[in-house]
């Protein structure tokens, strides 16, 4: 997504740390990028080989380890929306893109963001 935003000359923030949630990408005045990994944020749209989906909401993505809680697939959801809902509030538009989609469709994405330029 990196080299695409270049190739295209839009100018954006990488890892806007002063944000809720650290988008990614954040493009002024107010579009917030995230690229959620599929295992890092439990994409549910992933399934296995036998068709069965690869993340459920109990599905445990760390197990407990010295002073870090076990990170569980629906915490990770809740954590991920209240994150879009802070922003919104704040009145950012946030785009969520999952790391199959990025890589599967990438220029779908990037014409959902350019679209969201186009409003700004």
């Given at each position: 997504?990196?080299?695409?935003?270049?190739e295209?000359d839009?100018t954006?923030?990488?890892?806007?740390?002063?944000?809720?949630?650290r988008p990614?990408?954040?493009i002024e005045?107010?579009i917030c990028i995230?690229?959620?990994?599929?295992?890092d944020?439990a994409n549910?749209n992933?399934?296995?080989a036998n068709?069965?989906?690869k993340y459920?909401?109990?599905?445990?993505?760390r197990?407990?380890?010295?002073?870090?809680?076990a990170?569980?697939a629906?915490d990770?959801?809740a954590k991920d929306?209240?994150?879009?809902?802070?922003l919104?509030?704040?009145?950012?538009?946030?785009l969520?893109?999952?790391?199959?989609?990025i890589n599967k469709n990438l220029?779908?994405?990037?014409q959902?963001?350019?679209?969201?330029?186009?409003k700004?």
């Amino acid at each position: 997504m990196k080299k695409t935003l270049d190739e295209l000359d839009i100018t954006y923030l990488q890892y806007a740390n002063k944000l809720p949630g650290r988008p990614d990408f954040f493009i002024e005045p107010n579009i917030c990028i995230f690229s959620d990994g599929d295992f890092d944020h439990a994409n549910p749209n992933v399934t296995k080989a036998n068709g069965t989906k690869k993340y459920l909401a109990n599905t445990v993505l760390r197990k407990p380890y010295k002073r870090y809680p076990a990170k569980i697939a629906k915490d990770v959801w809740a954590k991920d929306q209240r994150i879009t809902k802070e922003l919104e509030q704040l009145g950012y538009t946030v785009l969520r893109f999952w790391g199959a989609d990025i890589n599967k469709n990438l220029d779908s994405c990037i014409q959902k963001i350019l679209k969201e330029i186009k409003k700004s």
